[in-house]
């Protein structure tokens, strides 16, 4: 293989391994043979399961979203409810998640590397779209920037890490309308619900 082959390959035998056993009981050795690679090639290339996990978090965190910039603010929640759902979705993802939550309260890095890339992309995302709502006139100038992110991003998160219950069109147009009167918005006619994103 080539060397971003390998490189690829090991990501993606990790993110395999850590829904397989969780954190605790993941290894370099099976990492490495579920990618069909040497232990050396990856210690070449990162120093211990907990460097090869803290870059994966910080790299899924960092993952391709759309552009939010439908115009309204409800049009900005609905596509960026169904990106985010869409993501959380990923069997991998779903068990991945909550076992990950539950060793940062154990493992500080884990725990600092989690707090650092969510935060971060979270402001990024919550924030500008925060930020146009205001300057459209849908939100009120005063509004926090922190808060709103929260209030934002925070049902999602709990209902499928934490609640573990399913993502229903119906309970994401209800979240579109429930964080939009939370946060002030002015009413608007609705908007017609993000098309689902494939893959």
Known sequence: MLRDEITTAIRRALMQELAAVGYGRLSIEAVARRAGVSKTAIYRRWSSKLDL???IVAAAAHGKLPVLDTGTLRGDLALLFQAVAHALRHPL???IIPDLLAEAAR???IDETLR???HARQQEIGGRLVSRAVQRGELPADTDPDTAV?????PLYWRLAIARLPLTDSYLDGLVESVAAGLGATSSVPVPRAAPISG
């Open 116 to 118: 650092q890339v969510l």
């Open 93 to 95: 993802a779903s068990q």
């Open 107 to 109: 493992t500080p890095a």
């Open 53 to 55: 996990v803290v870059e």
């Open 150 to 154: 929260d209030l934002i991003v925070g």
